[in-house]
């Protein structure tokens, strides 16, 4: 991994509050300090908005390895840079406004649990929302509507109910802290909600390639297989951390005799072959994530062939993580079921991430 901020002191940092913030249920000052430092809310955001524009391999990597780091922290950072990713489709001018500032972060839902009435020069929107990552630091909530119109739906090309996404300011929404997990606890993705807010039509856009209004080729990039692929490597960093922690604690154990040399060689190698089934995806998970952005720089389109196998590699790589997991946790004996040890934690970030329903339907 080639960024400058993983050297050992920052990776130490981040780590060093990762137990403290699970407790809390909320990231840390000292953990946003670096995430601000580093823009990493920005990867997405063109470099004339002080972000770091980063292509989509290169941010996978990044990604993976800020889930490997803790997976609170890489999972708020994806899904929050996720939501940041919609500077590309706004208006230029509202943009540049809200994306110049360092802090500035965007979350929400994808669900369309909400209904906007069109008005002369906006629209009034009520509704309610779950599952916004990032809830305490957000500065914007983002939210997806179903369009009314006199109260009749209005409907799209194909005939079906129009939906379109709006961003409120913070001091628009109410939020519930309602976030109660086992795992991922630190992400904080409360709900909210809006009543009878008069939202500008300057605040309301089109996630769609046609309607990007930036040049950047991220913003042509597909957002379901974008979300496929940054969901994806969230769990691959978990479970790199979970098999190094797992071979850590069986070495202890054959240290501390609770296992003998024929089981320490029997775990051993269960490790070394979870790694090597999940190296191997994750060679393959790679070489189409990168074929199919160089497809897209060269011929400004993806054919459906390879996005297809996007959604089928992203699939098997999550649950060939989670088999790999769920096998080797038995083999790290009773203390590594304390609610205090590091590789727990990793386990229910893992199975917490598990839920999300994107990567558990290959091809439904």
């Given at each position: ?5 993983f ?8 780590r ?10 909320v990231l840390q ?8 430092k ?11 908005y002080?972000?770091?524009a980063?292509?989509?391999p290169?941010?996978?990597l ?5 889930a490997?780091i ?23 001018k509202?943009?540049?406004q ?8 965007l ?19 009520n509704?309610f ?7 305490p630091?957000?500065t ?9 119109k006199?109260?009749?739906?209005v409907?799209?090309k ?32 409360h ?8 939202v ?8 769609n390639?046609e309607?990007a ?21 969230n ?9 190094e922690?797992?071979n850590?604690?069986?070495k ?5 005799k609770?296992?003998?040399i024929?089981?320490y ?11 090597n089934?999940?190296?191997m995806l994750?060679t ?9 952005w160089?497809?897209?720089l060269?011929?400004k ?8 196998n ?5 699939v098997?790589l ?9 096998a080797?946790y ?7 079921v304390n ?9 229910r970030?893992?199975f917490?991430a598990?839920q ?9």
């Open positions: 991994m080639k960024n400058k901020a050297d050992k002191k920052t990776i130490a940092i981040l060093k509050y990762a137990a403290v913030a699970d407790e809390k249920s000052p000292e953990q946003l300090k670096l995430m601000y580093y823009g990493w809310f920005k990867i997405f955001v063109p470099k004339k002080n972000g770091l980063m292509n989509l290169e941010a996978l990044l990604e993976e390895q800020l490997y803790d997976g609170s922290l890489g999972w708020t950072i994806t899904l929050c840079a996720g939501a940041n990713l919609f500077v590309g489709y706004i208006d230029k509202i943009a540049k809200i994306f110049s500032r360092q802090k500035v972060c979350g929400g839902s994808g669900a369309a649990s909400g209904k906007a009435s069109i008005t002369d020069d906006g629209f009034i929107v509704g929302w779950k599952y916004a990552t990032g809830a630091h957000l914007h909530f983002t939210a997806n509507c179903t369009i009314e006199n109260g009749k739906p409907l799209d194909n005939q079906q109910p129009l939906i379109q996404s709006f961003f409120f300011k913070r001091s628009e929404v109410k939020v519930i802290e309602d976030w109660n997990t086992p795992g991922l606890k630190a992400t904080a993705g709900s909210f909600f809006v009543e009878n807010l008069y500008p039509k300057e605040r309301s856009f089109i996630i390639a309607t209004t930036h040049d950047d080729a991220v913003f042509q990039f597909p957002f379901l297989q974008f979300a496929a692929l940054t969901l994806a490597v769990t691959l960093g978990m479970s790199r951390h979970f098999l922690e797992s850590a604690i069986i202890k154990r054959k240290q501390a609770k296992i003998t024929k089981q060689d029997y775990s051993n190698k269960l490790i070394a072959d979870a790694n089934k999940i190296e994750r393959k998970f790679y070489e189409a994530a990168e074929a199919a160089n497809e897209l060269i011929k389109n993806i054919q459906a062939k390879r996005l297809n996007i959604n089928k590699l992203s098997q999550v649950k060939e993580c989670r088999a790999q997991v769920a080797i038995p083999y790290c004996g009773l203390s590594a609610g205090k040890t590091e590789i727990e934690r990793i386990f970030d893992i917490t598990s999300h329903g994107l990567l558990n339907y290959p091809g439904v």
